[in-house]
């Protein structure tokens, strides 16, 4: 081999060399880089908190399906959150929201109000409604089956003066669908336990209040509850109805109700039927009552 030969092959091995040793640094350092990577972040520590499993409007009580516990980051747990350990569901259910949470939001002790707060029942009210008191009995109540949350009708029993000497007693159906708030001063509905109590606190519209103070003073006043099942009749059970008339007279001012505006029957707008197939209807003239029998031609 001539030396010409020699010194190609030479250079020839020595480039061969210093590229092999080259490919091998790069691919090495690409591993490395790979391979840091590859491994996991450090694991960010969390507490549970108290969430919402659903939209809470602002109004509603609080049931047990209604929270759940959710990991949360450990430094976003704010002091008004209700960590596990610390809280339970528990302390929340029965509470109603004062405002609105969103589905998944943490559960916070400013957003509800529990019962025996301050300001409780104010929070339990729908906007523009009242809460009224009125007397119950185990009789009247239902013997104690009726529980916050529950929609009642309210029946009025009553002595109706005839302008003779025997009077006559009458029950009519005052408000309808109105909603329970409490028996006594049990407000929670997540109490299976029945309640003899004396008071019943109803939820009722301004009109519907004024209604409830005069017939209280009228007659005994019993409470009729209603299914929560929505019926086929139309009638529905979600929606609040009132027989009485709401809509004030401009230019009266403020509204006010007589014991006929509440009771159709002593405003003789219903006849009862006589035995004889007639009619008898009391007429009121100058402050008094007189009962007129009518026969079935007249």
Same mark, same amino acid.
């Given at each position: 081999?001539?030396? !010409?030969? *020699?010194?190609?092959?030479?250079?020839? *091995?020595?480039?061969?060399?210093?590229?092999?040793?080259?490919?091998?640094?790069?691919?090495?350092?690409?591993?490395?880089?790979?391979?840091?990577?590859?491994?996991?972040?450090?694991?960010?520590?969390?507490?549970?908190? *108290? =969430?919402?499993?659903?939209?809470?409007?602002?109004? $509603?009580?609080?049931?047990?399906?209604? @929270? !759940?516990?959710?990991?949360?980051?450990?430094?976003?747990?704010?002091?008004?959150?209700? @960590?596990?350990?610390?809280?339970?569901?528990?302390?929340?259910?029965?509470? @109603?929201?004062?405002?609105?949470?969103?589905?998944?939001?943490?559960?916070?002790?400013? &957003?509800? @109000?529990? /019962?025996?707060?301050?300001?409780?029942?104010?929070?339990?009210?729908?906007?523009?409604?009242?809460?009224?008191?009125?007397?119950?009995?185990?009789?009247? %109540?239902?013997?104690?089956?009726?529980?916050? %949350?529950?929609?009642?009708?309210?029946?009025?029993?009553?002595?109706? /003066?005839? #302008? #003779?000497?025997?009077?006559?007693?009458?029950?009519?159906?005052?408000?309808?669908?109105? &909603?329970?708030?409490?028996?006594?001063?049990?407000?929670?509905?997540?109490?299976?336990?029945?309640?003899?109590?004396?008071?019943?606190?109803?939820?009722?519209?301004?009109?519907?209040?004024?209604?409830?103070? =005069?017939?209280?003073?009228?007659?005994?006043?019993?409470?009729?509850? !209603?299914?929560?099942? &929505? /019926?086929?009749? %139309?009638?529905?059970?979600?929606?609040?109805?009132?027989?009485?008339?709401?809509? /004030?007279?401009?230019? &009266?001012?403020?509204?006010?109700?007589?014991?006929?505006?509440?009771?159709?029957?002593?405003?003789? !707008?219903?006849?009862?039927? $006589? #035995?004889?197939?007639?009619?008898?209807?009391?007429?009121?003239?100058?402050?008094?009552?007189?009962? =007129? $029998?009518?026969?079935?031609?007249?």
């Amino acid at each position: 081999m001539s030396a !010409r030969a *020699l010194v190609f092959v030479v250079i020839a *091995l020595v480039m061969a060399g210093a590229t092999a040793m080259f490919a091998r640094s790069y691919l090495s350092s690409e591993r490395a880089e790979l391979s840091a990577q590859a491994t996991p972040a450090p694991k960010q520590a969390t507490k549970n908190v *108290l =969430v919402a499993t659903a939209d809470l409007p602002a109004g $509603s009580f609080i049931k047990t399906e209604h @929270v !759940r516990w959710q990991a949360w980051p450990e430094d976003a747990v704010n002091d008004t959150y209700l @960590v596990e350990g610390v809280a339970k569901p528990e302390d929340v259910v029965g509470a @109603v929201v004062r405002r609105g949470i969103i589905g998944g939001e943490p559960v916070t002790g400013g &957003r509800i @109000v529990r /019962p025996g707060d301050r300001g409780f029942l104010a929070a339990v009210l729908q906007p523009g409604m009242r809460a009224v008191a009125i007397g119950v009995n185990p009789t009247s %109540g239902i013997a104690g089956l009726v529980f916050p %949350g529950d929609r009642v009708d309210i029946i009025l029993t009553q002595t109706v /003066p005839t #302008g #003779g000497s025997d009077p006559r007693m009458a029950s009519e159906t005052v408000l309808e669908n109105v &909603r329970v708030l409490a028996i006594d001063q049990i407000l929670n509905d997540q109490s299976g336990e029945p309640t003899l109590g004396k008071n019943a606190t109803i939820e009722v519209t301004p009109k519907q209040a004024e209604v409830v103070a =005069v017939v209280s003073d009228m007659g005994k006043l019993s409470l009729s509850l !209603r299914s929560l099942a &929505r /019926p086929a009749t %139309g009638d529905d059970a979600s929606d609040p109805v009132e027989t009485v008339d709401n809509s /004030p007279e401009p230019w &009266r001012g403020e509204t006010y109700t007589w014991d006929t505006d509440a009771s159709l029957v002593l405003a003789g !707008r219903r006849a009862p039927r $006589s #035995g004889g197939g007639g009619y008898k209807v009391l007429v009121f003239q100058g402050g008094k009552a007189q009962e =007129v $029998s009518l026969g079935g031609g007249q």
